[in-house]
Structure formats: structure tokens, C-alpha cells
């Protein structure tokens, strides 16, 4: 018997309603750290990929953005007079059909029936301003339009990784919260330590540590980003940093801001 909920294990989802006037959202800078399918309702806007893997595109009402993790762009909001949008802010566990590793890039999703799915995006962003069980008529909202948007979307060129290095990164995402060496990695990957770390880095252009502390920050922006009251201590001790100092020190080599600035960002597009 399949397990269907392995590769459908949401670790964090959220979905929102926005509304406001002309508006530029730089993250260029600053990766983000989930998925994110946002529905244009009102206005216009103009998406500007700064990896390299995409055009930039107009989007219009009725249509929806897909924002993969880690993408770095710039946007541009038009309103007439507002710019009104619902996004949907999402990941997956690390097994997930939906992940980084299907180098998905930034684009522009339409629809045959705009109109039907305006009414998911309404229904899950207004079930998720509830609690206890209107949070399950939100993922049915979500699910259903994941099911249509997945089959739709592009990826980028990417090289097959090596299943020993795989490995070591599926790890890395498990365990993340642990005490992680390259030693313990090497293990992992059945490769010796002295072999290990140069595999790793021509594989993915960073070490292991550099993998690791990136990963740590995704997850550590998260919380910051939807727990407001948690502390930057306890968010870094959550995401397995063993000192806040050094964790606030890496925060901002990655995203260019220290955790309580970040904060002040909401989870816009």
C-alpha cells in the first residue's frame, strides 16, 4: 500500500489576503523561504527574476504567480486604484513531490476558470483567519489548486545530483534541528570525509556547513516571519544554531538584514 501523505506533508502554510496602493517588493537580496501561488485579483503587477532562470512577465487579474523557495526578484505593484491579491505561502517536508529540487521557476500560471479559483483562494484565505477545524476546508482550497497549477508549471536546466550526495542533503533536511558534522554527513553518503566535502561542493557551489546554515535560515525566517511573540534566541535554538550570536552573524551574511529587522517584513509578494 502507497503512503500518500509522505510526499504531501506540509511543515508550514498560510494564506492571505492583500490589498494596497502602487508598491515595489525588492527580494532581490533575500531568497525566499517558501513557495508561494498568489492570485491577482485588482491592479497589475511586473515580476522581475534576478536568478537567472526566468523572463520577467506581466501578471494581471485572474492570473496567479508561482514564487518557487529560494527565488530571488523584484515586483512591481500597480493599482487601480489598489492592488488586491490572496497568496498562499507554503512548504513541504523535504521528501515532497513539491520541492527545490524540481528547479521550478519564477512564472505566471493562468486558468481556464479564473473565476472558480478566486473562489478557493477567497475560501482558504478566509478559513484561515479561523481556527480548529475551517484550517481543513483551507488545505482542501489549497490542494485543489495545487492539484491543476503543479502539471502547469516550467522548470529550469539542472544536472542529476548524485544519489550519494542526495543523501546527505535529505539529511541535512531532516535533521537540521541536530548536531550535524561533515564527518556525520560523509557517513551518510558512505563516502570518506576527505572525498565527501569536495563531492558535496562541486555538487551544489557551497560546503556542507554553507548548505546547513542556509537551510537553517529558511526554516528560522519562517517562524520569525508567522510567530511574532517567539523570541531570536529561541528561534535560533529551534532551527539548531548552538550559539544566537552566531546565528544572528549568519542571518545577516545570507539575508542582508539582522532578524528583528526581517521581522518587520510581512509575507507579501
Known amino acids: ?27 532581490s537580496c533575500s531568497p525566499r523561504p517558501h513557495f508561494c501561488m498568489a492570485l491577482l485579483l485588482k491592479g497589475r503587477a511586473h515580476f522581475c527574476d534576478c536568478t537567472g532562470g526566468a523572463e520577467s512577465f506581466d501578471l494581471f487579474p485572474g492570473e496567479m504567480v508561482f514564487v518557487p ?5 523584484v515586483s512591481n505593484w500597480y493599482g487601480d486604484p489598489d ?7 507554503f512548504l513541504f517536508d523535504y521528501s515532497s513531490v513539491v520541492s527545490k529540487n524540481n528547479n521550478y521557476v519564477l512564472q505566471k ?35 485543489s489548486v495545487l492539484f491543476e497549477v503543479v ?16 543523501d546527505a542533503v535529505a539529511y541535512i533536511e531532516k535533521n537540521y534541528t541536530e548536531r550535524i558534522t561533515v564527518e556525520k554527513l560523509a557517513l551518510v553518503a558512505n563516502m570518506s570525509e576527505s572525498r565527501f566535502f569536495p563531492c558535496f561542493k562541486s555538487a551544489l557551489g557551497v560546503t556542507p556547513v554553507d548548505y546547513l546554515n ?3 535560515i529558511s526554516r528560522a525566517i519562517i517562524l520569525i516571519v508567522n510567530n511574532p ?41
Open 214 to 216: 542556509h537551510y537553517r
Open 69 to 73: 523557495v529560494t527565488t530571488r526578484y
Open 151 to 166: 502539471p502547469k508549471l516550467s522548470s529550469g536546466e539542472s544536472s542529476p545530483l548524485d544519489p550519494r550526495i542526495s
Open 1 to 27: 500500500m502507497n503512503n500518500t501523505s509522505q510526499p504531501s506533508k506540509l511543515s508550514f502554510f498560510s494564506a492571505e489576503k492583500y490589498s494596497h496602493g502602487d508598491h515595489t517588493f525588492n527580494a
Open 229 to 269: 511573540k517567539m523570541s531570536v534566541d529561541e528561534i535560533s535554538c529551534a532551527v539548531g544554531f548552538e550559539s544566537s550570536t552566531y546565528f544572528r552573524r549568519v542571518f545577516k551574511s545570507i539575508t542582508g538584514k539582522n532578524p528583528r529587522d526581517y521581522r518587520k517584513l510581512n509575507a507579501e509578494i
Open 83 to 89: 492592488v488586491e491579491y490572496i497568496s498562499f505561502h
Open 109 to 143: 500560471v493562468t486558468f481556464s476558470d479564473p473565476t472558480e479559483k478566486a473562489k478557493l483562494f477567497e475560501k482558504a484565505a478566509e478559513a484561515c483567519a479561523y481556527g480548529d477545524e475551517r484550517q481543513f476546508q483551507a488545505l482542501a482550497a489549497f490542494y
